[in-house]
C-alpha cells in the first residue's frame, strides 16, 4: 500500500471514529430562585453558571430559572427534582430551625458585621446543620436590610405601623416582630403579593432596596420607609445526593463557582443599595428616613425576650458581639 494511500485510510478511520464515538457526557444543574434573572439573585446565580462551566469545560451545565415559590423550591430540592436554591433564609427556618436565629430583627450593624459573622465560624456552623435535613448548606449569599412599604400612610415610629396589613415570609421569626408591633402580619408566598397589595389583601409589605426595585413594587405601593428592620441573608441550599455524586475535583470546582456567585450577589446588592432610593424617588415613592430606630427596638422588647428563650441564645450573643479581626 502506497503512503498516499495509507494516509487516506488513516483519514477515514479518524473521521469514522468522529462521527460513531459517543458524545460527551453532560450534566445538568437546575438552580431555581424567586427574582427576576436582573437582580442580585440572577448575578449571583449567572456567576456560578459561567464559573462552574469553564472549570469543567462543559461536562455540567448550569439552568438557571425563576421560581417565586421560594418553600416550593426547597422542598423540592430536598426531593431532589430541582438541584439547587438561591434565596432568603426566610422559609428556610420551616426546614432548617436553626436558621431562625439569623432573622431577628436589629441583630445586625451593618453590611460589614453580617457578612463577617455568617463568613466566620458562627455563620459555618448553621450551614453544617443543614445535612441532618436532608439539604446542603453550600454557602452564605445576601438578599439586604428589610425596609417596611405600604399605601396608607408615611411610618416614622412604632405607632405607625399598627393596624396596617403586612405581607410576610412564611416565617415565625419576621411574624411575631410585626405582630408585636401591633400589625397584622400576612404571610404569603412572594408569587402572590403584588395581586395581593393590588386588591387591598395587604396594605404593605418589607424587602430590601434590591427586591422593591427590580420587582417594581413602586407600582402597587406608596411609602417606603427606611426601617432597616432585619437584614435578610441568602443562602445557595442544594441536593445531597447530587454533591455526593460529584468527584472530588468538580466538587472543589463548584465551591470556587459558589465563591464567584457569592461575590457578584453580594457586589449587586451593593449597588442596588446606593442607587435605589433615588431610583425609587425617581418613579414616584414617598421615601421616609427620619425613623425612630430605638422606639422600634423598645417596642420589640417582649419579642426579644422570646426570642432568646426559644433560639440559640448563645449564638445570639456572639453575633451580637462580633468584631471584625
Known sequence: MTIARRAAVAALCLA????????????????????????????????????????????????????????????????????????????????????????????????????GVLDSEIGQNILQQFNARGLVGVIWMENGFRHLTNSRREVHDPGDVRGLKVRTMENQVHMRA?????????????????????????????????????????????????TGHVYSPGLLICNPAMMQAMSPADRAAFMEAARAGQKANRDRVSADEASGIEELRRRGMQVVTSVDTAAFQAALASAFAQYERELDADTLRRIRAWQPN
Not at 472549570?55 to 438557571?64: L, M
Open 16 to 115: 469514522t471514529a468522529a462521527v460513531t464515538a459517543p458524545a460527551m457526557a453532560q450534566t445538568t444543574i437546575t438552580i431555581q430562585h424567586p427574582l427576576p434573572s436582573n437582580s442580585h439573585y440572577g448575578a449571583g446565580a449567572q456567576a456560578l453558571k459561567e464559573s462552574f462551566e469553564r472549570a469543567t469545560g462543559g461536562r455540567y451545565r448550569v439552568n438557571i430559572q425563576r421560581n417565586d415559590n421560594e418553600r416550593e423550591i426547597i422542598e423540592s430540592v430536598q426531593i431532589g427534582t430541582v438541584e439547587c436554591y438561591i434565596g432568603s433564609t426566610g422559609p428556610v427556618g420551616n426546614f432548617v430551625p436553626a436558621v431562625r436565629v439569623v432573622d431577628v430583627p436589629f441583630l445586625f450593624r451593618d453590611y460589614a458585621h453580617a457578612r
Open 178 to 226: 410585626f405582630t408585636t408591633l401591633g400589625a397584622l402580619p400576612t404571610p404569603m408566598a412572594f408569587s402572590e403579593l403584588v395581586p395581593a397589595l393590588q386588591q387591598g389583601t395587604v396594605d404593605g409589605q418589607e424587602n430590601p432596596i434590591p427586591v422593591i426595585v427590580a420587582n417594581n413594587l413602586n407600582q402597587v405601593q406608596r411609602y417606603l420607609t427606611l
